[in-house]
């Protein structure tokens, strides 16, 4: 499984673009990028999940380059309930399960 | 939908104990999980099963046993609980993906809070 680094904590503030970019060099062919978000208390949450390029959807862009070896989430206009922290993984379904591993997430403190 | 959910939600052991946790889904997903979270830490998985009556190792097995004897049921069981068991527990689902472009995306459930003393 590839191993991915991400920052350990960022700040921002509200209504401001957040992003939070991950490095994952060892990335398979077969691998996809997926974010989780964790508020405390509470099971990850899945927010978005991308094999190239751009992708996008109501709560999240996802910028990958080329070569894959990274990635980036961008939240747009965050707000105060967008404080959680944020995993990036990257896996795929090699018929032994979907397995993920999770590494130890950036920590986003949105303040007002 | 309830989606899915554990039992129980918090639960004290001494050591040496045994207990098991019941993770149940209501979205017919073929793969289910447990992984630990321990405080400032990031999700380790402990085992996993691809289906009905299949079960593998994941990252952190030792300590822990889990049967799959139904598809909507993952049960993770500690046969001797100890210290350093102590942690939140969280089972996951999703759907079977054996094709490309399918959502890998995993359904968690809201954890068990275990603490042994």
């Known amino acids: 499984l590839a191993k991915t680094t991400q920052p350990i904590s960022m700040d921002s503030y509200e209504g401001q673009e957040v992003n939070i970019t991950c490095s994952h060099n060892?990335?398979?062919?077969?691998?996809?990028i997926t974010w989780y978000q964790q508020f405390p208390s509470q099971g990850p949450r899945f927010i978005i999940q991308?094999?190239?390029t751009k992708v996008t959807n109501e709560v999240a862009s996802l910028f990958i380059p080329a070569d894959r070896k990274s990635s980036t989430l961008s939240l747009p206009r965050v707000s105060l309930s967008d404080t959680a922290v944020y995993y990036c993984?990257?896996?795929?379904?090699?018929?032994?399960?979907?397995?993920?591993?999770f590494g130890g997430g950036t920590r986003l403190m949105v303040k007002p | 939908n309830a989606g899915v959910t554990q039992t129980p939600k918090f639960r004290v052991l001494k050591t040496g104990q045994s207990m098991t946790l019941l993770c149940a889904q209501d979205?017919?997903?073929?793969?289910m999980y447990w992984y630990r979270q321990d405080p400032g830490m990031g999700l380790r998985l402990i085992h996993y099963?691809?289906?009905?009556?299949?079960?593998a190792k994941g990252e952190v097995p030792d300590g822990y046993n889990v049967s799959r004897l139904k598809k909507q049921n993952f049960l993770l069981g500690l046969e001797s609980a100890a210290p350093s068991q102590t942690s939140v527990y969280f089972c996951?689902?999703?759907?079977?993906?054996?094709?490309?472009?399918?959502?890998?995306?995993?359904?968690f459930g809201p954890g068990t809070r275990l603490t042994v003393t």
């Open positions: 979205m017919n997903h073929e793969y």
């Open positions: 991308g094999y190239k």
């Open positions: 996951a689902s999703s759907f079977y993906t054996g094709l490309a472009g399918g959502s890998y995306e995993q359904y």
């Open positions: 099963s691809v289906g009905e009556g299949t079960t």
């Open positions: 993984l990257v896996g795929g379904d090699n018929n032994a399960g979907n397995m993920l591993t």
């Open positions: 060892n990335i398979a062919t077969n691998d996809y």
